[in-house]
């Protein structure tokens, strides 16, 4: 079992910049992939950005390319968001995940993944 806990959304405006993190406990040592998706209101959840946890290798939407970094602090057990330019399209629940099997690193498909955060608010105003 993996636990995970977001932090750091909250209320920014457009243009904006903000980090959340993400802090895994339990069977850390076995974690093959990390991910963040979100959800906006009315909409489908969505795949965001994804990391492997032994390389640090990175797959990223294609909304978010060149604005979200997904990072790891293997000794923490934390990933993390940075999201950069910040827009009013991006306010959404933004949730943790994570895998144990060994999957694609650009499988967007949320059952690729099996355990999950609580989420955090990101709301980004005009």
């Not at 968001?81 to 949730?95: F, H, I, R």
Request: charged share 15%; net charge positive.
């Amino acid at each position: 079992q993996v636990q995970l806990v977001e932090s750091g959304g909250g209320l920014v405006q457009a243009g904006d910049s903000l980090r959340l993190s993400c802090a895994a406990s339990g069977r850390t040592f076995s974690t093959y992939a990390m991910a963040w998706f979100r959800q906006a209101p009315g909409k489908e959840r969505e795949f965001v950005a994804a990391i492997r946890w032994s390389t640090g290798n990175t797959y990223s939407a294609s909304s978010v390319k060149g604005r979200f970094t997904i990072s790891r602090d293997n000794a923490k057990n934390t990933v993390y968001l940075q999201m950069n330019s910040l827009k009013p399209e991006d306010t959404a629940v933004y949730y943790c995940a994570a895998t144990l099997r060994a999957i694609g690193l650009t499988s967007t498909v949320l059952g690729s993944y099996d355990y999950w955060g609580q989420g955090t608010q990101v709301t980004v105003s005009s």
